[in-house]
């Protein structure tokens, strides 16, 4: 019988993730849930990004419950076995390092990051819950590193009730901005070119009429290269005149004031000549 992974990666030098709760009240256990779980999925996540020939995913063990404080630590696997041919520091102190920055930039008011979608929010959000319940907590997340001697601490980051409060009040904000994004999306609506330009450049100068959604010309941008490839493509090597061309596209409207102001082009599904008008 194999030993347990603990077991495995106090002997085999490993690097863990230590998630360690200090809380002044009682947490629910909905909270104390959410959040290892919030942690463990950002993991998967970085091994997803960073390491994707790795079929990772985490167990998380309870080390340790003491008045006021939990703390759990959170195993990278790999194939079902403890990740020892992979660098343990690099993986787990740039993960560390990773949710730092994205809790520093939430933690400021208005802070957004980046690409972030909705899951990911949502994780985030998990990770600062109990704390931001809390009337006076603190979470510290680390890289642990077990070796023969005593464990050493690779990275560390901490936050309290006040920062993880206002994250949350930022990842909501960010949460709305999104859901108000993707309430505009519309798929395969007809799309002409009022103003084109043959240039292969990022600022395209471009605008277009989809008559299903408004009769007003809007500028083009491009929410995906593949998108653009087709449609530079009709532009630059194709013999037809792209005034007589439509194009099928699954397009996000942008809003700035309650009115739309350009097409953001996700994808193009079919391309079509258009009859003259008798």
Do not use: C, W
Not at 70 to 85: D, F, G, Q, R
Not at 112 to 129: D, F, N, P
Not at 142 to 147: E, G, L, R
Request: charged share 30%; proline share 3%; glycine share 6%.
């Amino acid at each position: 019988m194999s030993d347990h992974p603990y077991v495995q990666l106090m002997d085999d030098n490993g690097v863990s993730i230590v998630f360690n709760l200090d809380l002044k009240q009682p947490v629910e256990l909905s909270d104390f849930v959410a959040s290892f779980a919030g942690l463990g999925a950002q993991f998967e996540r970085h091994i997803r990004n960073d390491h994707p020939d790795l079929e990772g995913e985490v167990k998380a063990y309870v080390k340790e419950v003491r008045k006021g404080s939990i703390e759990a630590e959170l195993i990278p696997l790999a194939y079902n076995t403890i990740i020892t041919a992979l660098d343990h520091h690099q993986i787990a102190t740039k993960f560390v390092k990773n949710l730092a920055q994205k809790i520093s930039i939430m933690r400021e008011k208005g802070g957004r990051i980046e690409g972030a979608t909705k899951t990911e929010l949502t994780e985030l959000a998990r990770i600062a819950g109990a704390v931001a319940n809390d009337p006076d907590g603190k979470a510290t997340i680390s890289a642990m590193n077990y070796k023969k001697t005593p464990k050493t601490v690779e990275f560390s980051m901490v936050f309290d009730t006040a920062d993880a409060s206002q994250a949350l009040e930022s990842i909501d904000a960010q949460f709305i901005e999104l859901s108000q994004v993707t309430d505009f999306d519309h798929e395969n609506k007809l799309l002409t070119f009022f103003q084109s330009n043959r240039k292969d450049s990022d600022k395209s100068g471009e605008k277009g009429i989809i008559e299903d959604l408004n009769a007003t010309p809007l500028s083009i941008v491009y929410a995906s290269e593949l998108a653009k490839e087709r449609i530079k493509s009709e532009m630059l090597n194709g013999d037809k005149n792209v005034y007589k061309l439509g194009f099928f596209v699954d397009v996000n409207v942008q809003m700035k004031g309650g009115r739309p102001v350009a097409y953001r082009i996700k994808s193009v599904n079919d391309v079509i000549d258009i009859p003259d008008d008798d």
